[in-house]
Antibody, heavy 118, light 113 residues
Framework: EVQLVESGGGLVQPGRSLRLSCVAS????????IYWVRQAPGKGLEWVSG????????GYADSVKGRFTISRDNAKNSLYLQMNSLRAEDTALYYC???????????WGQGTLVSVSS | DIVMTQSPDSLAVSLGERAAINCKSS????????????LAWYQQKPGQPPKLLIY???TRESGVPDRFSGSGSGTDFTLTISSLQAEDVAVYYC?????????FGGGTKVEIK
């Protein structure tokens, strides 16, 4: 059974940092690209960042470029998102999502909630 | 960047009736070399993560009921629920995976009339 379990969310003040993690199981992690996708409360889905199977390809949304860093450790079946200089508009549920080679998402985790507020 | 626009924002349909959701991309997501449309549809029920329904614009994911169908090509796409069931109440999103950044439509909320 495929599982993606996110953690690391919480309440943080503006300007501070947070590191999200996602642990994968039930599939060969290092065969797949993974995305971070976020959803602000009551809003739609927004792609945040993606990383290829071997970390050779990395991309960011303009809204987080220069502040967020995605990484993965295939030996630990884990994905990370280092979030610096957090803003109120970064408040959202952050999902990690498994991406098939064609490019669409075939499985989503349950998400971890990040709240940025003073 | 490709922008995805869905319509309507919400719709209310009677049980057993047909629901249709539209999705328009700001540029074509049809890749000429393989004649495939890089367009997916997801369903998100309250309190749950999204679930893949359809990819390549019209291919149903395994286990998805056949009342869900996708159509369209190029820039205009439609998700149709042929006979709405109570368990279909959800928000539906389209997404292009033709180019980076991948982009989602704003979502369409489907309710029972």
């Amino acid at each position: 059974e495929v599982q993606l379990v996110e953690s690391g969310g919480g309440l943080v003040q503006p300007g501070r940092s947070l590191r999200l993690s996602c642990v994968a199981s039930g599939f060969t992690f290092d065969n797949y690209a993974i995305y971070w996708v976020r959803q602000a409360p009551g809003k739609g889905l927004e792609w945040v960042s993606g990383i290829s199977w071997n970390s050779g390809g990395i991309g960011y949304a303009d809204s987080v470029k220069g502040r967020f860093t995605i990484s993965r450790d295939n030996a630990k079946n884990s994905l990370y998102l280092q979030m610096n200089s957090l803003r109120a508009e970064d408040t959202a549920l952050y999902y990690c999502a498994k991406v098939v080679p064609a490019g669409f998402i075939d499985f989503w985790g349950q998400g971890t909630l990040v709240s940025v507020s003073s | 960047d490709i922008v995805m626009t869905q319509s309507p924002d919400s719709l209310a349909v009677s049980l057993g009736e047909r629901a249709a959701i539209n999705c328009k991309s700001s540029q074509s997501v049809l890749y000429s070399s393989n004649n495939k449309n890089y367009l997916a549809w997801y369903q998100q029920k309250p309190g749950q993560p999204p679930k893949l329904l359809i990819y390549w614009a019209s291919t149903r994911e395994s286990g998805v009921p056949d009342r869900f169908s996708g159509s369209g090509s190029g820039t205009d796409f439609t998700l149709t629920i042929s006979s709405l069931q109570a368990e279909d109440v959800a928000v539906y999103y389209c997404q292009q995976y033709y180019s980076t950044p991948p982009a989602f439509g704003g979502g369409t909320k489907v309710e029972i009339k």
